[in-house]
T-cell receptor
Framework: GAGVSQSPRYKVAKRGQDVALRCDPI?????LFWYQQALGQGPEFLTY????????KSGLPSDRFFAERPEGSVSTLKIQRTQQEDSAVYLC????????????????FGPGTRLTVT | AQSVAQPEDQVNVAEGNPLTVKCTYS??????LFWYVQYPNRGLQFLLK??????LVKGSYGFEAEFNKSQTSFHLKKPSALVSDSALYFC?????????????FGAGTRLTVKP
């Protein structure tokens, strides 16, 4: 389809396991964002890519979280040694604009990956 | 840093009545303001945005929002609610600062439209 896709849609991990969440943005979109949405809360910014460059990772909650976008399209969010507090929906979004004035461009969101850490 | 407040967790309206979902914001500079809607098990869908220009912004599905700089508000409105409008609504703000990639979302307001 033409939208943002994410996989898997649901992931159950035992505490201490590593997980990898995938995002396929809209083709041609320069910017890619990862958000974490806890139950009953709005999305919280994790990190931002412009093409393959990770320009902002200020929202990553700990060094267990790592994101990459090596070819400027698909992105992977990796969480090492998962903890129960990592349980949330992880949302990926893309937009056609980059930095500066074009940052007004709206973001298009994927359906999210619901991570449950037991 | 920017922030957004949605003062109502829940809004209930009858079908056919007008609806308002409230949003106030705080930024150091000028804001970009957005409304998104989230249906169960689906991602956020863009409704409308304010960047500059006319304070009344029209968006998808008959929704509109009014930017009020003096009250730092960006309330979402619709003249006649539909049952299918029932969903979770998020307001978001982004500071127009050049190096700012951080879009802040409110906690969300659950809209329920009753037949």
């Amino acid at each position: 389809g033409a939208g943002v896709s994410q996989s898997p849609r649901y992931k159950v991990a035992k505490r201490g396991q590593d997980v990898a969440l995938r995002c396929d943005p809209i083709s041609g979109h320069v910017s890619l964002f990862w958000y974490q949405q806890a139950l009953g809360q709005g999305p919280e910014f994790l990190t931002y890519f412009q093409n393959e460059a990770q320009l902002d990772k200020s929202g990553l909650p700990s060094d267990r979280f790592f994101a990459e976008r090596p070819e400027g399209s698909v992105s992977t969010l990796k969480i090492q040694r998962t903890q129960q507090e990592d349980s949330a929906v992880y949302l990926c979004a893309s937009s056609s604009g980059g930095r500066g004035p074009r940052s007004s461009y709206e973001q298009y969101f994927g359906p999210g990956t619901r991570l449950t850490v037991t | 840093a920017q922030s957004v407040a949605q003062p109502e967790d829940q809004v209930n309206v009858a079908e056919g009545n007008p609806l308002t979902v409230k949003c106030t914001y705080s930024v150091s500079g000028n804001p970009y303001l957005f409304w998104y809607v989230q249906y169960p098990n689906r991602g956020l869908q863009f409704l409308l945005k304010y960047i500059t220009g006319d304070n009344l912004v029209k968006g998808s599905y008959g929704f509109e929002a009014e930017f009020n700089k003096s009250q730092t508000s960006f309330h979402l409105k619709k003249p006649s609610a539909l049952v299918s409008d029932s969903a979770l609504y998020f307001c978001a703000v982004r500071d127009m600062g050049y190096n700012n990639n951080d879009m802040r979302f409110g906690a969300g307001t659950r809209l329920t439209v009753k037949p």
